[in-house]
C-alpha cells in the first residue's frame, strides 16, 4: 500500500511538472524550510502522529514544534525574509514528524517502531493528502476545458435553486456571515483531527490502531473522489454564473490570486437571479479554476465527520452536526456547489462508509447489498445530471423530491445495516470476553 501511494504521489509530481508547477512532493519538501501553506494542517498531522506517544513524550514534541517555529519566526524577521503568502507557524511541526520517523528507524525495533512508524505515516498521509488534493484541481483545470455546468444548474432547478437561495442569505448577513462561515469550511481538515483523536485515544495504551477510524474514510474519499472530477467536470455557480469574486473581497487570502472569471460565465447572475431553463450543452472554460463541484467532496468529508462523531460523547455529537450543517451552508451560501452536487456527495459518502466497514466485517450480504445499492444511486444521479437535467427541471415537483428520495433511501438503508451489526458486534465482543475468562 506504501509503495502504491508514493507510486501515486510521483505520478503527480511528473503531471504537474508537465504543466510547470511543482507537485504535492516538491511542495512538501519546500515546508521543511519555507512558510507552509496551512500551519493548522501540519499541527494538526503532528496531533495524529501523537497519538502513539506517552503524555510525556506528547508534552516534548509539542514544545519542541512551538520552539522550531519560534526559531525559524526569528530568523525571518531578522534576515527580513517573510513568508510570501504562507503561515509564519508549522514548520516545527513537520520537523518533529520526520524527527519521529529517524527515532523510530534509529532507536527503536519490532512493534515498538512499527507502531511509532504508523503514527508518523498516519500524519503524513494527512498531509500528503491535502497536497494531492491540490494538484489534483490544477490537473482538472488544465484538461477539462469544456464544463458542464449548465448541465447541473438545469437539473438544479429540481430543487428550487438552492445556491442562489442560501447566496443570497449569505449576502445579506454581510462580513460576519461570511466569515463564520468561511472559518467552518476552511478548517474541516481541522475539525476532522478532533473526531479522530476520540476515536484513535487509546492507541498509546492498546498499542494498536482501531480497525476503522475517521482517517481512513477521509482518505479514501479524497483518493477516489477527485476521479469524477475528471469525468464530469463542473466549476460551481460562483463561477459559471458570476464573477467569481462576490464573497472573497472581504477576509479571502487567495482571493488576489484568482482573477474575475465573469468573460467566462454564462452570465452575471449569481446569487441575484436564478439561472433560465434553457438547453443545457458543454461550455469552455479558464484554464485555472478546479472543476471540482461533482460530488461535494467537502458534503463528503462533513458527512464522514457526522458518521464517526455519533458514537462519541454528547458534545462531539453536536460538534459533528453543527460542522455538517454549517458546511452544507458554506458550500451553498458561497457559491461553490449546486444542490445536487451535495445529494450525489451524500450518497457517496454513505457507499465508500459501508464499503470499507463491509471490508473490514467480511463481506456479508448486507454489505454487499447496501455498498451495490448506493453505487447504483451514486451512477444514476450522475447519469440524470448528465443526460436529464431539462425534463428534471420543467418537472420540479417530480423531479426534487425523487432525488431527496434516492438520497433518503441510501440514508436509510445505511442506517438500517449499521444498526442490523452492532448487535452482533456486541455479542461477538461479549464471546470474546467470556474465552479469555476461561
Known sequence: MAVTALGFLVALEIAARRYGVPGPITNQVREVVYAPKSGGLLYAAMALMMVVLTWRQ??????????????????????????????????????????????????????????????????MLLVAGRKTGDTWLLITSKTRPMVLDQYVATADQALGNPSWLVGRMVTATGTIGFNFLD????QLAVAAVVAALYQL???????????????????????????????????????????????????????????????WAVANLWPQTP??????????????????????????????????SRKGPRLLRYAGTFWLIATLCATLGFGYHYGVDLIAGVVFTLTIEAALRSYDRGWDRPGLRLVAYG?????????????????MAEHPWASGPLLVLAMISVIYGYVRTTTGWEPRAAKTGRVERQAELV
Not at 509539542?62 to 517555529?69: E, L, N, P, R
Not at 439561472?275 to 468529508?301: E, K, Q, V, Y
Not at 447504483?376 to 437535467?389: D, E, G, N, Q
Open 183 to 186: 472559518t467552518i469550511y476552511g
Open 275 to 308: 439561472p433560465p431553463i434553457t438547453t443545457p450543452h458543454p461550455m469552455p472554460f479558464d484554464g485555472i479554476t478546479p472543476r471540482n463541484c461533482m460530488p461535494s467532496l467537502h458534503t463528503a468529508w462533513a458527512t464522514a465527520i457526522f458518521l464517526h
Open 375 to 391: 453505487t447504483t444511486v451514486f451512477t444514476a444521479l450522475l447519469i440524470s445530471y448528465r443526460f436529464l437535467p431539462s425534463p
Open 58 to 123: 506528547r508534552f516534548v514534541a509539542v514544545a519542541t514544534a512551538i520552539g522550531i517555529d519560534l526559531a525559524f519566526l526569528v530568523v525571518r524577521r531578522a534576515f527580513d525574509l517573510g513568508t510570501n503568502g504562507g503561515h509564519p507557524f508549522g514548520n516545527g511541526a513537520l520537523w518533529v514528524i520526520l524527527g519521529c520517523a529517524v527515532v523510530a528507524v534509529t532507536r527503536r525495533t519490532g512493534p515498538e517502531r512499527v507502531l511509532l512508524l504508523k503514527g508518523v505515516g498516519l500524519g
Open 201 to 263: 485515544r487509546n492507541v498509546a495504551a492498546e498499542r494498536r490502531f482501531p480497525r476503522h477510524h475517521l482517517v481512513r474514510t477521509f482518505l479514501v474519499i479524497g483518493l477516489i473522489g477527485p476521479a469524477f472530477y475528471m469525468i464530469f467536470p463542473v466549476v460551481g455557480p460562483l463561477f459559471a454564473y458570476g464573477t467569481g469574486t462576490e464573497h472573497w473581497a472581504p477576509i479571502s487570502l487567495w482571493a488576489p490570486e484568482m482573477p474575475p472569471t465573469e468573460p
